[in-house]
């Protein structure tokens, strides 16, 4: 397997990720908007295959009682279907959460569906209490998905209250 950097997932590279899986990501959060991501690391196989990726984006989000400060918003992490449970997620997330710690915020955060959270807390992540909010096109939404972060720094901690992602969800 090559690590390797993303310009962006065309139509190709999307077709290769999904294989024809109607919906990778499942159907919690199907339907929502989400930001683009500004760094993506894929994984290529032996063939040059792009068979895992995975996308970050600097983003603020706000904190009730807390004020707003950013965040490396962690999204679009996906292994296609047929390479699943070998591993191949820690070697596309580790080298973007390394990534991360190079961008500047002191702390990363994603959304997940509730099966997930176990894979993600074996990565660092850890929930943040809901409810936590985004926008879509329509108006604001309370997300519908487990959102979680991790600290990028050593000694930083997730405040409490209401949170609030001004813009997409990541």
Request: proline share 8%; charged share 20%.
């Amino acid at each position: 397997m090559e690590l390797v950097e993303l310009e962006q997932l065309g139509d190709a590279e999307w077709a290769e990720l999904s294989d024809g899986e109607e919906t990778p990501f499942g159907r919690v959060g199907h339907g929502l908007e989400w930001e683009p991501k500004t760094h993506r690391l894929g994984l290529r196989d032996g063939d040059g295959r792009l068979v895992a990726a995975a996308g970050a984006v600097v983003v603020p989000v706000e904190v009730a009682g807390t004020g707003s400060f950013d965040v490396v918003g962690v999204g679009g992490v996906i292994v296609t279907h047929t390479m699943r449970g070998r591993g191949l997620v820690w070697r596309v997330v580790e080298p973007l959460l390394a990534l991360a710690a190079e961008l500047g915020p002191e702390r990363a955060m994603l959304f997940c569906r509730d099966q997930l959270t176990g894979l993600y807390a074996r990565l660092g992540f850890q929930p943040i209490a809901p409810p936590v909010s985004a926008a879509q096109p329509g108006g604001r939404v309370e997300m519908p998905m487990t959102a979680m972060w991790r600290p990028l720094r050593d000694g930083v901690a997730w405040p409490s209250g209401r949170v609030d992602v001004p813009g997409l969800p990541f």
